[in-house]
């Protein structure tokens, strides 16, 4: 069975600092992956999508970077953190049509930026 | 840019009684679903309609689409406390890969 982990859970960091966010997807192989974000009590907004790896769809012009290094690992970055950068960052895998276009949820990473 | 919009924004209703969202989309869609998120949490897969068809059902729930009015709903019977939660619509294209959420609606079942 397939199974996405993402992590730190929790992350508390000073205006200025970087970031790095990390999923990996287990059990598929060439995985759509996303990332978004989720201002409280607020919808989804999708910052990046990646079809395989090396190739990355931004949406929204920030001061945020995606990266996918490898099939499985999608990896959320920012050199300085902004406090408009503080929400909920979720991760999701999908196989686009041949999976139904379904997308499947990681636990999420809640960022605070102090 | 947002694709979906739920409506109403937020729900509160008596254990028991039927619980109806809407959901309304800007451009031609290829299937639209929905999802479920507990506070804090992942969403959730519930439920997906392909634009061919008008309604589909998943155990109490029962989804709507209608592509004339860009609009879809979910219904869900006999409500239960444990289906409080945000519950989400989101469309795909072929266009591209990408799924583009609505702001959901906040469901709150009350004992």
């Known amino acids: 069975s397939q199974t996405i982990h993402q992590w730190p859970a929790t992350l508390v960091q000073p205006v200025g600092s970087p970031l790095s966010l990390e999923c990996t997807v287990e059990?598929?192989?060439?995985?759509?992956l996303y990332w978004y974000r989720q201002a409280a009590g607020r919808g989804l907004q999708l910052l990046f999508y990646s079809v395989g790896i090396g190739q990355i769809s931004s949406e929204v012009p920030q001061n945020l970077s995606a990266s996918r290094p490898q099939d499985r690992q999608f990896i959320l970055s920012s050199k300085k953190l902004l406090l408009s950068d503080s929400g909920f960052y979720l991760c999701?895998?999908?196989?686009?049509?041949?999976?139904?276009?379904?997308?499947?949820f990681g636990e999420g990473s809640w960022l605070t930026v102090v | 840019s947002q694709q979906g919009e739920e409506d109403p924004q937020a729900l509160s209703i008596q254990e028991g009684e039927n619980a109806t969202m809407n959901c309304s989309y800007k451009?031609?869609?290829?299937?639209l679903q929905w999802y479920r998120q507990n506070s804090g949490r992942g969403l959730v897969h519930l439920i997906l309609?392909?634009?061919?068809?008008r309604e589909k059902h998943s155990g109490r729930l029962r989804v709507t689409l209608d592509t004339s009015k860009k609009s879809s709903s979910l219904l869900i019977t006999a409500s239960r406390a444990a289906d409080t939660a945000s519950y989400f619509c989101a469309t795909f294209t072929n266009r591209d890969d990408k799924i583009i959420f609505g702001k959901g609606t906040r469901l709150h079942i009350l004992p």
């Open positions: 999701a895998w999908g196989q686009g049509i041949i999976g139904g276009n379904t997308i499947y």
């Open positions: 309609i392909r634009s061919n068809e």
């Open positions: 059990g598929t192989s060439n995985p759509n």
């Open positions: 451009t031609s869609i290829n299937n």
